[in-house]
């Protein structure tokens, strides 16, 4: 029992933080550990197609590909931020009340990119509507916060907050990039298809604009990449 | 006037359903409908938040937010515009409201809060409740009444979609999917089929 308790002091005391923000400074701050933190979320651990996280905002708006990208970035922004906010303040806040915690600093976070987007975006922050608003409901968010960030230091909580963003943003601007290109033969409102195409009898695929193509584009990627990746398979 | 409010609340639940038409609510969606049981739990609960939550945020926008909003305090308050604080504030509504509602119900009928208890805490982060308040915001109601009527058609809806992808994730378990679209793949998939099948009632002139 006493060898128990000293262990578990131990391990405590080796994860107390150095300095507030890098924890360790042993480690080097791109080592391969960290580096995984960034590049999983974008393939075999990705927020969209693997945790399921974050799906609410993302379809919505991927008709173009403008819009996908600066709610792209809006993400990354508010997951950065929220993660290394919750990772300094990881060790003051009380468990119960943690959620409300979470909720406060995502809101307060959106709404700055909101009043941000208004100010010098006003076109993509009208077509967003209220998905900008969305966010802080994004279970993404949420989730990486009380998966990582509450029990990681702020580097590492920063490097998975962005990783995370990207992965999403990454399924995000995937499913825009074909929507776009199928639906109405532009990409980033410039046409990319040439006219003697057209000309040829080919025709832009209406369905895609729809909002129910959103659904099976991804559909369709989650295909492709369980089947390149059998781990990934679920049961029954 | 009735016929109103038969208006929105048919608009609400099928031209402009939660899930099919703005994909709000699919974590919660995908997450809790492998069975029926749990479907209509949450369902249910998902209508109860949002009949509350919207005319209860209603309120709060219309008389402390909206530009010009706290004219009642006096004529040198009329300036103010706190319409950027709507996000916080309904965020904070809708999550002590959960929790009140949580409390309540389980003080008052230990029945319901067994077939809702666990869904509750769950609604507090899905995205159909605040996007039923944002929506509230932008659509600009008239009166307190149509704000509930809004908020109720929206959770009908919202049931409506949960209790059909369950029933038809019951049944697909019996049937042979190619192993990579098992799961997740196939509901994204039969979830946008359904999409196709509710914009036919786009048509309908209201």
Do not use: H
């Not at chain 1, 128990?4 to 080097?28: A, H, M, Q, V």
């Not at chain 1, 909101?114 to 969305?134: N, R």
């Not at chain 2, 929790?99 to 008052?108: H, R």
């Not at chain 2, 697909?172 to 997740?184: D, E, F, M, R, T």
């Amino acid at each position: 029992m006493r060898l128990r308790n000293y262990k578990i002091n131990k391990k405590k005391s080796k994860n107390k933080p150095l300095f507030l923000f890098i924890g360790k400074n042993s480690e080097p701050l791109f080592s391969k550990k960290n580096k995984k933190l960034l590049s999983d979320p974008l393939d075999d651990n990705n927020p969209i197609t693997v945790q399921v996280l974050g799906i609410c905002s993302a379809l919505a708006i991927t008709v173009q590909l403008k819009p996908a990208i600066v709610m792209t970035m809006s993400v990354i922004f508010v997951m950065a931020c929220s993660n290394v906010i919750i990772s300094i303040l990881r060790n003051l806040i009380p468990n119960r009340i943690r959620i409300i915690v979470f909720l406060v600093v995502i809101s307060s976070l959106v709404a700055l990119v909101d009043q941000f987007l208004k100010a010098y975006a006003y076109d993509v922050s009208k077509e967003l509507s209220i998905f900008i608003g969305l966010i802080v409901t994004n279970c993404i968010v949420m989730g990486r916060l009380e998966a990582f960030a509450l029990g990681n230091d702020v580097w590492k909580s920063f490097l998975d907050g962005i990783g995370n963003a990207f992965g999403y943003g990454v399924i995000l601007i995937l499913v825009a990039f074909f929507r776009e290109l199928l639906g109405s033969g532009n990409l980033m409102g410039f046409q990319v298809i040439p006219d003697f195409i057209y000309d040829m009898g080919y025709e832009n695929n209406g369905l895609m604009l729809l909002s129910p193509m959103a659904l099976i584009t991804v559909g369709i990627i989650i295909w492709i990449q369980r089947s390149r990746n059998n781990k990934l398979i679920e049961e029954g | 006037m009735l016929e109103d409010y038969a208006n929105l609340f048919i608009k609400s639940i099928f031209i402009e359903n939660m899930v099919f038409a703005y994909f709000l609510g699919m974590c919660s969606y995908l997450a809790i409908s492998k069975t029926l049981k749990n479907g209509v739990g949450m369902g249910f609960a998902v209508i109860f938040v949002l009949t509350i939550t919207v005319p209860l945020n209603y309120l709060i926008y219309e008389y402390l937010l909206v530009d010009g909003a706290l004219k009642w305090l006096g004529p040198e308050y009329a300036k103010l515009d706190l319409s950027f604080l709507s996000l916080i504030m309904f965020i904070a509504v809708i999550a002590s409201m959960v929790q009140l509602v949580e409390m309540i119900v389980e003080k008052f009928s230990p029945a319901l809060y067994g077939s809702l208890g666990i869904f509750l805490p769950l609604i507090a982060v899905n995205c159909a409740i605040l996007g039923g308040s944002l929506f509230m915001q932008i659509k600009d109601f008239s009166g307190i009444s149509e704000a509930a009527v809004y908020g109720f058609g929206s959770g009908v809806g919202w049931f409506l979609a949960i209790v059909a992808i369950a029933a038809i994730r019951e049944k697909i378990a019996y049937s042979n999917v190619p192993a990579p679209l098992k799961g997740l793949g196939i509901t994204f998939i039969i979830t946008g089929l359904m999409a196709l099948g509710f914009m036919s009632f786009m048509g309908i002139k209201l």
